[in-house]
């Protein structure tokens, strides 16, 4: 029989040491195994989004579009990526389009009147591409103003392009010169404007209506240097479809509309249309 030894209060105080330290160090051992795998789970997170990555590489990858809300045009539902597909065929039916199909008003060797030029002749109907569309345009040119001038065929009505008067409109036109002349009693300023705006209209009965009003024969009063120009340029823009629309030399038709002035009395008459 073994005999029990006496535990004495120094070896208890050694056995309580021993316990602590062995339930320290169970401790610390769990806690650094529960460290250690939540580590070794973000590198294999790691790992495998690096390995998604290389796998991913050259394909491609259909971008995320948001949820499409479906219309009703003519009681049909229609998707918007399929609308949109239409409006793109449209695009490029319009884009496909070379040559607007428009009807000819004038041909080459016409007289026309251009509402701020006066009268030009059509030299020539030229095709020019614009925007990839093919554009028939007049080619007119002025020879008093030594200018060329051209014009889309579609925009000829919009411009106020027009033919030269008629004979008969003409005839019509020239007793408006043996009226007696209506002058506003305002300022001047303001008759100028408006006498300009008849001149640039176009319009031929406008025009002699400024030729009349500031027509000055014998016995009349001077002219200002601005009447005498707004004078001048009337005069010409209607001495000019008068020559177009008759057919006449300028000689002769400067004569019919003097004598109709009371311009052909004038000694020293300066020659407008030098």
Do not use: C
């Not at 390995?51 to 499409?68: A, D, M, R, S, Y």
């Not at 229609?78 to 409006?87: D, E, T």
């Not at 707004?230 to 038709?253: C, H, M, P, Q, W």
Request: net charge positive.
């Amino acid at each position: 029989m073994k005999k029990k030894k006496k535990v004495t209060k120094v070896d208890k105080k050694k056995i309580l040491k021993k316990k602590t330290l062995k339930k320290n160090t169970v401790v610390k051992k769990k806690a650094s195994v529960k460290k250690n795998p939540k580590k070794k789970q973000v590198k294999k997170v790691v790992k495998k989004t690096k390995v998604k990555k290389t796998k991913e590489v050259g394909k491609f990858v259909e971008p995320k579009l948001p949820p499409q809300s479906d219309k009703k045009v003519n009681n049909r539902i229609i998707n918007p990526a399929h609308y949109q597909a239409k409006k793109v065929k449209k695009f490029l039916e319009i884009k496909t389009i070379k040559e607007k199909k428009v009807k000819k008003i004038f041909n080459t060797k016409d007289y026309v009147v251009y509402p701020t030029h006066g009268v030009g002749q059509v030299i020539d109907i030229e095709k020019r591409e614009v925007v990839g569309q093919k554009l028939e345009m007049y080619v007119i040119e002025f020879v008093r103003d030594k200018l060329i001038l051209r014009v889309p065929v579609e925009k000829a009505k919009s411009l106020n392009l027009r033919k030269v008067s008629k004979p008969s409109k003409i005839q019509a036109v020239l007793k408006i010169l043996s009226q007696k002349p209506k002058i506003k009693r305002t300022m001047w300023s303001r008759r100028a404007q408006e006498y300009d705006l008849k001149i640039n209209s176009g319009d031929i009965e406008q025009i002699a209506e400024v030729v009349r009003d500031l027509n000055r024969a014998n016995n009349q009063i001077e002219q200002s240097y601005s009447e005498r120009q707004l004078f001048e340029l009337s005069y010409d823009r209607f001495l000019r479809e008068v020559i177009a629309g008759l057919k006449i030399t300028e000689e002769n038709a400067i004569k019919k509309v003097d004598k109709i002035l009371g311009r052909d009395k004038l000694k020293n008459a300066p020659s407008l249309l030098n």
